[in-house]
């Protein structure tokens, strides 16, 4: 049964168990069996040291392609609208767990290779645990100080301006009414009883309106540099600086001038922009005033190029059945009074063009 195949220390442990304690024969022929077992017993140590160091290697490679995958991710994540930052926390995580596991598994097999061994295998394995000492250093720093900033917050809106706040206040229909018919427009008429309410109107609110007015136009104090602009048949509407029920000329032209040369007087210090003059022995107008021959009507508009209209040419059917005795055209003569230069609209129908 012996043979080369066959295992001669076997056979060899057999006899040795046969002999007596003291035959030294037997006990010089198990030498060589014990130096063959110590060659196997260190093939076997060598094998388990490249194994684990091949392990260690593995885990850190997967680690590095781990750190820059979730790097990726989280730049995918944030330009698709995610959350950079819990998934950068995440993948911190994960490369910091499988680091120290990297780390924990190279110091064990360090420890269990003999001091005596020939292969030097504890070099490789401090320098992967250094390597996995570098990684977690990255990860923390990269967890710590996110590549990508989160946008600046918007700026704060701007400040209102006082005199534009909305205070409130439930415009009386009555009042806004009574405003109108002092010549202003309904949104001016509306938005004085707005901020100051409804009570003491409504020479406050007037001159509320002068203060907040929005013109920008340039008056000259040279009244030759004024130019008049006359629309036949039209009655402008404004906030009458001067009555006309008092205050006659003899033509249009004249009115025009008066209006040049009106000095502006408190509190309200509004210039004569508009002006309307009545040519007929009686002029038609919606009011309950009087209005004959002569009399010249000086007003206020905030924005005379873009003039409000009460009447202009010829009434038509409509307006003819809500007032009856109205006459075929308009009986009034008006003006605009605007610098030298500046360009004056067609105007627009006022609050009152419907009354």
Same mark, same amino acid.
């Given at each position: 049964?012996?043979?080369?195949g066959c295992?001669?220390t076997f056979?060899?442990?057999a006899?040795g168990?046969?002999a007596?304690?003291?035959?030294g024969a037997?006990?010089?022929s198990?030498?060589?069996?014990r130096?063959?077992?110590?060659?196997?017993?260190?093939?076997?140590?060598?094998?388990?040291?490249?194994? $684990?160091s091949l392990?260690v290697?593995? @885990? #850190?490679?997967y680690? +590095?392609?781990s750190t820059h995958?979730? *790097?990726? %991710?989280?730049h995918?994540?944030?330009y698709?609208?995610g959350?950079y930052f819990?998934s950068?926390?995440?993948?911190?995580?994960?490369?910091?767990?499988l680091?120290?596991?990297?780390?924990?598994?190279?110091?064990?097999?360090?420890?269990?290779?003999?001091?005596?061994?020939?292969i030097g295998?504890?070099?490789?394995?401090?320098?992967?645990?250094?390597?996995?000492?570098?990684?977690m250093?990255q990860?923390?720093?990269?967890?710590?100080s996110p590549r990508i900033?989160?946008?600046?917050p918007?700026?704060?809106?701007?400040a209102?301006?006082?005199s534009?706040?909305f205070? $409130?206040?439930?415009?009386e229909?009555? @009042? #806004?009414?009574?405003? +109108?018919?002092?010549?202003?427009?309904? *949104?001016? %008429?509306?938005?004085?009883l707005?901020?100051?309410?409804?009570e003491?109107c409504?020479?406050?609110h007037?001159h509320w309106?002068?203060?907040?007015?929005?013109?920008?136009?340039?008056?000259?104090?040279?009244?030759s540099?004024?130019?008049?602009h006359?629309r036949?048949?039209?009655d402008?509407d404004?906030y009458?600086v001067?009555?006309g029920?008092d205050?006659?000329?003899?033509t249009?032209?004249?009115?025009?001038?008066?209006?040049?040369?009106?000095?502006?007087?408190?509190?309200?210090?509004?210039?004569?922009?508009?002006?309307?003059?009545?040519?007929?022995e009686?002029c038609?107008?919606?009011a309950a005033?009087?209005f004959?021959?002569?009399?010249c009507?000086?007003k206020?508009?905030?924005?005379p190029t873009?003039?409000?209209?009460?009447m202009?040419g010829?009434y038509?059917?409509?307006y003819?059945r809500?007032h009856p005795?109205?006459?075929?055209?308009?009986?009034?003569?008006?003006?605009?009074?605007?610098?030298?230069g500046v360009?004056?609209?067609?105007?627009?129908?006022?609050p009152?063009?419907n009354?």
């Amino acid at each position: 049964r012996s043979g080369p195949g066959c295992d001669s220390t076997f056979t060899m442990r057999a006899r040795g168990s046969t002999a007596s304690a003291g035959d030294g024969a037997s006990t010089s022929s198990s030498a060589p069996a014990r130096k063959r077992e110590s060659g196997s017993l260190r093939r076997i140590a060598l094998g388990g040291t490249l194994a $684990g160091s091949l392990l260690v290697f593995a @885990l #850190v490679y997967y680690t +590095i392609h781990s750190t820059h995958g979730g *790097e990726n %991710a989280a730049h995918a994540a944030h330009y698709s609208g995610g959350n950079y930052f819990a998934s950068s926390s995440t993948d911190t995580s994960s490369v910091a767990a499988l680091v120290g596991t990297a780390a924990a598994t190279g110091t064990g097999n360090k420890q269990e290779l003999p001091a005596h061994s020939s292969i030097g295998a504890t070099k490789p394995l401090q320098n992967a645990t250094r390597a996995a000492a570098s990684l977690m250093a990255q990860a923390s720093s990269a967890q710590s100080s996110p590549r990508i900033q989160a946008p600046p917050p918007p700026p704060p809106p701007p400040a209102q301006d006082p005199s534009t706040a909305f205070q $409130g206040h439930a415009p009386e229909p009555k @009042l #806004v009414e009574g405003i +109108i018919q002092a010549g202003f427009p309904r *949104e001016k %008429a509306v938005r004085v009883l707005e901020e100051l309410g409804n009570e003491n109107c409504c020479q406050r609110h007037i001159h509320w309106l002068f203060k907040n007015q929005k013109s920008t136009i340039k008056w000259p104090d040279d009244p030759s540099k004024l130019v008049c602009h006359r629309r036949e048949h039209t009655d402008f509407d404004g906030y009458a600086v001067v009555w006309g029920i008092d205050h006659k000329t003899d033509t249009p032209e004249e009115c025009c001038e008066r209006c040049k040369n009106y000095k502006p007087k408190p509190p309200n210090n509004y210039v004569c922009n508009i002006w309307v003059w009545c040519g007929k022995e009686v002029c038609f107008a919606p009011a309950a005033h009087s209005f004959t021959f002569g009399q010249c009507w000086l007003k206020y508009q905030e924005d005379p190029t873009n003039p409000q209209i009460n009447m202009q040419g010829s009434y038509d059917e409509k307006y003819h059945r809500r007032h009856p005795k109205a006459p075929e055209k308009v009986d009034w003569t008006g003006g605009i009074v605007v610098p030298e230069g500046v360009a004056v609209s067609n105007g627009t129908w006022s609050p009152r063009a419907n009354w």
